[in-house]
C-alpha cells in the first residue's frame, strides 16, 4: 500500500491545488467502491447516500464549460 500513496502524493505535485483537493475528495468513494466490489462488503443506504452526495458536489465544483 505504500507505494500507492507514494504515487498518489507525487502526482498530487504535479497538479493545481484545486485540482488536488477535488482528487482527494474521490479517493474515500473509490475505497468504498472498491470494498463492494473486491471485497464482496456490504454497503449502508446511508453510505451509498453518501456516495451520491460526493458525486453531486463534484459536478457543482467542475468548472468546465
Given at each position: 500500500?505504500?507505494?500507492?500513496?507514494?504515487?498518489?502524493?507525487?502526482?498530487l505535485?504535479?497538479?493545481?491545488?484545486?485540482?488536488?483537493?477535488?482528487?482527494?475528495?474521490?479517493?474515500?468513494?473509490?475505497a468504498?467502491?472498491?470494498?463492494?466490489?473486491?471485497?464482496?462488503?456490504?454497503?449502508?443506504?446511508?453510505?451509498?447516500?453518501?456516495?451520491?452526495?460526493v458525486?453531486?458536489?463534484?459536478?457543482?465544483?467542475?468548472?468546465?464549460?
Amino acid at each position: 500500500m505504500t507505494p500507492a500513496y507514494c504515487l498518489f502524493g507525487r502526482g498530487l505535485l504535479l497538479v493545481a491545488a484545486s485540482t488536488a483537493a477535488t482528487l482527494i475528495l474521490v479517493e474515500p468513494v473509490t475505497a468504498a467502491v472498491m470494498s463492494v466490489v473486491v471485497a464482496d462488503e456490504g454497503l449502508t443506504p446511508i453510505g451509498w447516500g453518501g456516495i451520491v452526495l460526493v458525486g453531486i458536489g463534484l459536478l457543482i465544483l467542475d468548472d468546465r464549460k
